[in-house]
């Protein structure tokens, strides 16, 4: 099983970025997927998730209202488009996913067991 982040990079605040992640070597019709990340010098965080239908999505309230996460079952991949990007999101952004992860869980790193390669996001002042 491997998740392959794509579309970290170098912007300026105020600046847009979309991240994408596939899946390849699993299913993941009925997978949780999110991201995570980790700054330099600080714990990894969760940011989003979204449940298997894409019905249920949850933020932390350090992203919410700019940040927005999808899924397209069919190509096995999530997004993350981040707006009014801040030198605060500098970090290594990763994906996650796996299946039977319930609600109450679903922003804990112990509740993925599958994880990318994490992508480097670096927002300029």
């Known amino acids: 099983v491997q998740l392959q982040a794509f579309g970290g990079g170098l912007v300026q605040a105020g600046d847009s970025l979309k991240l994408s992640c596939t899946v390849s070597?699993?299913?993941?019709?009925?997978?949780?997927m999110g991201w995570f990340r980790q700054a330099p010098g600080k714990e990894r965080e969760f940011i989003a998730a979204i449940s298997w239908s894409g019905g249920n999505i949850y933020y932390a309230d350090s992203v919410k209202g700019r940040f927005t996460i999808s899924r397209d079952n069919a190509k096995k991949t999530v997004f993350l488009q981040m707006n009014s990007l801040q030198p605060e999101d500098t970090a290594v952004y990763y994906c996650v996913a796996d299946g039977g992860v319930i609600q109450s869980e679903i922003r804990r790193m112990r509740a993925y067991g599958y994880w990318g390669q994490g992508t480097l996001v670096t927002v300029s002042s």
């Open positions: 070597g699993r299913t993941i019709r009925t997978d949780a």
